[in-house]
């Protein structure tokens, strides 16, 4: 893809340039990771595993005024115990 002259030497062309720089390390990156994968089948199945564990961290995550309002039952559990 070519910029039209009028666009060079502009703020125009120095985006385009960082995009498309960004674009190929994004390309070389999933390129290298998948390689990577490939040659270490059980690297990759444990990262995954990983990642999958962490968001159903975060999907099941309560909120804070759930959490809040479960520490204040505890706490008069405790205080009606005593």
């Known amino acids: 893809m070519q910029l039209p002259e009028r666009f060079k030497g502009t703020i125009v062309e120095k985006w385009a340039r960082y995009w498309k720089g960004l674009l190929v390390d994004y390309k070389d990156a999933v390129k290298d990771t998948v390689l990577e994968s490939r040659q270490k089948p059980g690297k990759a199945i444990t990262y995954a595993a990983a ?17 809040r309002s479960r520490v204040i039952e505890a706490r008069d559990e405790v205080n009606n115990f005593l």
Do not use: S, T, V, W
């Open 51 to 67: 990642l999958g564990l962490i968001g159903a961290a975060i999907k099941r995550n309560p909120p804070e005024q759930a959490y």
